[in-house]
């Protein structure tokens, strides 16, 4: 029996190439696309695939919030992260949400489609390059919730005296936990943290 897809991808192109990359394959076949979230939550429902491939950056809701969101309301549910975003930020998110697997566009077709047949088989599956970034981080105190936030917010370009008035802290404190940031992530000042949590997903501008 075949494995019946859904994508979920902005952009149309994309779609068609994945269209591509499975038709030629017996055992997978593309049931249905949609280029947002919102279409894509209507289409699992009418359809019911075995897997959905979603992309992570959207417009309007991200591809993890999507996975929360559907495996909420179908807890079985088989969903992957397919993007161009590494970094094991994303990628742990993305399975922390409930995903299947966190794979990257760049793949090889046949890690794409040995991925997709694992999945279905109820396995989990997390690119190549991208594992070896999660190894790489093994180990390290993970950045709380609060340093998150700050984070962000200096990877949005905000001052210190900004971080302090929206978070109701004061700037000596915002200084306090940069200072924590940069010797968890191995930063030493504020644009290479911003390069840093951007390359690993630490923090998305989207959201």
Not at 7 to 15: A, G
Not at 33 to 48: I, K, N, P, S, Y
Not at 91 to 99: F, L, P, T, V
Request: hydrophobic share 45%.
């Amino acid at each position: 029996m075949a494995i019946r897809i859904l994508t979920i991808d902005d952009h149309p192109l994309v779609r068609d190439g994945i269209c591509a990359m499975l038709e030629v394959e017996p055992d997978l076949v593309v049931v249905g696309e949609a280029g947002d979230v919102e279409t894509g939550l209507a289409l699992f429902r009418q359809l019911l695939p075995d897997i959905v491939l979603v992309d992570l950056q959207m417009p309007g809701c991200n591809g993890i919030a999507f996975i929360r969101r559907l495996r909420e309301e179908f807890p079985a549910a088989k969903a992957a992260v397919l993007t161009t975003y590494g970094g094991d930020g994303n990628a742990r998110e993305a399975m922390s949400a409930g995903a299947h697997g966190y794979l990257l566009k760049s793949a090889l077709r046949g890690e794409l489609i040995d991925a997709l047949r694992k999945i279905a088989q109820g396995k989990r599956c997390v690119s190549a390059e991208v594992s070896q970034e999660i190894s790489r981080h093994i180990g390290e105190e993970a950045l709380t919730a609060r340093e998150l936030t700050i984070l962000t917010a200096l990877a949005r370009g905000w001052e210190n005296k900004r971080i302090a008035n929206e978070m109701g802290i004061s700037a000596e404190t915002v200084k306090s936990h940069l200072a924590k940031i940069f010797e968890k992530i191995d930063a030493s000042n504020r644009t290479e943290a911003f390069q840093i949590a951007l390359r690993r997903g630490l923090v998305r501008l989207d959201d």
